[in-house]
């Protein structure tokens, strides 16, 4: 089992850069495919980065690649989402999930999940 808990989202303008972290708990962390997803108001949660467990592979969705960086640091437990040049449409609570299963695209297969982060983009 594994407890998260995200950090550094906030209010920016569009085109600035931000970086969560997502800290967790636990002494398995290292086998979890972590996930980044994120839920506007009025709509879906959405799939945006997903890490394996080694961290050496990388998963986007298609609107934020090239502009998002998932890492993670198992030393530190604690797993990242670098964001640039963002968009008033990146506006949205920000969760970082676990799971050991490889549909790392599905939020349904994460039965791990911190609270959430805001992240605000003005125009």
């Known amino acids: 089992q594994v407890a998260l808990v995200e950090s550094g989202g906030g209010l920016v303008q569009a085109g600035d850069s931000l970086r969560l972290s997502c800290a967790a708990s636990g002494r398995t962390f290292s086998s979890y495919v972590m996930g980044w997803f994120r839920q506007a108001p009025g709509k879906e949660r959405e799939f945006v980065a997903a890490?394996?467990?080694?961290?050496?592979?990388?998963y986007y969705a298609d609107s934020m690649k090239g502009r998002f960086t998932v890492s993670r640091d198992n030393a530190k437990k604690t797993v990242f989402l670098q964001m640039n040049s963002l968009k008033p449409e990146d506006t949205a609570v920000y969760y970082c999930?676990?799971?050991?299963?490889?549909?790392?695209?599905?939020?349904?297969?994460?039965?791990?999940w911190g609270q959430g982060t805001q992240v605000t983009v003005s125009s």
């Open positions: 999930a676990a799971t050991r299963t490889r549909n790392y695209y599905s939020s349904y297969d994460y039965p791990y």
């Open positions: 890490v394996s467990w080694g961290g050496s592979s990388t």
